[in-house]
């Protein structure tokens, strides 16, 4: 196998591919090897909206280098889909350490965020990721619960007005 060049970029395939620009990454989907397309697959699971997947998919809109072009959109697809379930995961624990922190019952905390036992239920179990809205209610209240003053996302005082 030859080694992969560059033309006309100032750029090497010895460099991250996040240093690569476009014109390297078509390089490297059309003509380039397993080597380099799995230093792509790899740069795009480690950030999956980042720089890299988004010229992956710039590139696999006017080039569709055979067997190569499936493949990276399904681990462009694989890795976001696995970012959402963790993200969704995380966001399922902050929940259930809010509740917890609380001290409250989860039907009392679901009542005094303003919604049902069995909704708050969903967003524990990270069937369904609660509004960013309402996130900030279950910190400011898990906030209240632990005896602060004031909730941590309520605005100053002097910007309220009655």
């Known amino acids: 196998m030859t080694a992969l060049a560059f ?10 591919v996040a240093e690569w620009p476009v014109e390297g990454i078509q390089t490297a989907l059309e003509r380039g090897g397993l080597t380099y397309w799995r230093r792509l697959a790899e740069a ?23 067997g190569v072009a499936d493949v990276m959109e399904r681990v462009v697809g694989e890795a976001r889909r ?3 379930t963790n993200e969704r995961q995380a966001v399922a624990a902050e ?11 989860r039907a009392d905390f679901a009542s ?7 909704r708050l239920s969903t967003y524990v179990n990270g069937k369904v990721t609660p509004s960013a809205s309402l996130l900030l209610r279950m910190r400011g209240l898990a906030a209240e619960a632990e005896g602060a003053l004031e909730p941590r996302h309520a605005p100053p005082r002097d910007l309220i007005t009655i």
């Open 7 to 16: 033309r006309n970029v100032d750029a090497s395939p010895d460099d991250p």
């Open 44 to 66: 795009i699971r480690a950030q999956p909206w980042g720089q890299v997947a988004r010229r992956v998919e710039e590139v696999l809109t006017y080039s569709r280098p055979y």
């Open 82 to 84: 696995a970012a959402e």
């Open 95 to 105: 929940v259930r350490r809010l509740v917890d922190e609380s001290g409250l019952t």
């Open 112 to 118: 005094r965020i303003g919604t049902s036992a069995s």
